[in-house]
């Protein structure tokens, strides 16, 4: 299995909704990955997760929350976003956190905040 | 992690023509990886490039690195309607498993 799923696949939710992303993987990867991406733009890196363990935070606002229960699984908890926080997200997966290892990612979940 | 800077921005070609796009980038680098992108899909993994390599290929894809000059290309021969997809480039310093995506080119291949 070299898949990488997310769910849902499209989420329209209001200010002051509490709603979550879920991210899977079953490659036995252990590094996991949120991306941001707008309109015509390269995503951008939010999060990155080594080991369960949150490593990286690209100084994203605390409205979005990550969470790893377990290695095969990554979560984003969105709670009173704005509207311009509407875009694609993206969850990726690595065999380790190094920069030599692909990523393989999901097909994104679009989001739209009223 | 740096981001790197796509040109062209966008690219017109027939089928079984090649496409080349190049990626250039303003510090060393210790490798270059090229993903690929269908509209509002994931990204794919396409080529990594080392800092000590200097030529890849893969298939239809072949990809050069000139760090002296900080620059990277992907050439995509015999392309076909399927190739149409946005290509990013992403130049990595460090060794953390952090990409940076440059700003992309936008292939679009007709029949």
């Known amino acids: 299995d070299t898949e990488v799923t997310q769910t849902p696949k499209h989420l329209v939710m209001g200010m002051t909704n509490k709603k979550s992303l879920k991210c899977e993987q079953h490659?036995?990867?252990?590094?996991m990955y949120w991306y941001k991406q707008k309109a015509k733009k390269p995503p951008e890196l939010m999060f990155v997760y080594s080991y369960e363990k949150l490593s990286i935070n690209e100084s994203v606002p605390s409205r979005f929350s990550p969470e790893c229960p377990n290695s095969s699984l990554l979560n984003l908890h969105l709670h009173a976003l704005q509207p311009e926080d509407s875009a694609l997200y993206l969850c990726?997966?690595?065999?380790?956190?190094?920069?030599?290892?692909?990523?393989?990612f999901g097909p994104g979940t679009r989001l739209t905040v009223l | 992690s740096q981001q790197g800077e796509e040109d062209p921005q966008a690219l017109s070609i027939q089928e079984g023509e090649n496409a080349t796009m190049n990626c250039s980038y303003k510090?060393?680098?210790?490798?270059l990886q090229w993903y690929r992108q269908n509209s509002g899909r994931g990204l794919v993994h396409l080529i990594l490039i080392r800092s000590n390599e200097r030529e890849k290929h893969s298939g239809r894809l072949r990809v050069t690195l000139d760090t002296s000059k900080k620059s990277s290309s992907l050439l995509i021969t015999a392309s076909r309607a399927a190739d149409t997809a946005s290509y990013f480039c992403?130049?990595?310093?460090?060794?953390?498993?952090?990409?940076?995506f440059g700003t992309g080119t936008r292939l679009q291949v007709t029949l």
């Open positions: 992403a130049p990595s310093t460090g060794t953390a498993s952090k990409l940076t």
């Open positions: 510090t060393s680098i210790n490798n």
């Open positions: 990726a997966s690595s065999q380790g956190p190094w920069i030599y290892n692909e990523q393989f």
């Open positions: 490659m036995g990867h252990r590094a």
